[in-house]
């Protein structure tokens, strides 16, 4: 399985993006998904999961604010961020089943 992560980009303080997945195989079968972000000089963090039956979990700093989906028809993990702060300034990296891992897509909010 190979993975794609996209969608981010330099936005300002309060506004949103919608971060993407595309795995190249089939996602139905993976029991879990996750999104993870990486600051600058700090470890990387879980930021949302979601399993296959559709159940989500989020950090709570994301809690309210973030919104993890699945679309198993077309292999893609969504990450809607919505009012965004600077301290969501990171590499957002998507992982399957804790083993496969996208490349990552920098996020940047602006204060």
């Known amino acids: 399985v190979q993975l794609v992560d996209a969608g981010g980009g330099l936005v300002q303080a309060g506004g949103s993006l919608r971060l993407s997945c595309a795995a190249s195989?089939?996602?139905?079968?993976?029991?879990?998904m996750d999104w993870y972000r990486q600051a600058s000089g700090k470890q990387r963090e879980l930021v949302a999961a979601?399993?296959?039956?559709?159940?989500?979990n989020y950090a709570s700093s994301v809690k309210g604010r973030f919104t993890i989906s699945r679309d198993n028809a077309k292999n893609t993990v969504y990450l809607q961020m919505n009012s965004l702060k600077p301290e969501d300034t990171a590499v957002y990296y998507c992982?399957?089943?804790?083993?496969?891992w996208g490349r990552g897509t920098q996020v940047t909010v602006s204060s």
């Open positions: 992982n399957a089943v804790s083993i496969y």
């Open positions: 979601i399993i296959s039956g559709g159940t989500t």
């Open positions: 195989g089939t996602i139905s079968s993976l029991n879990y």
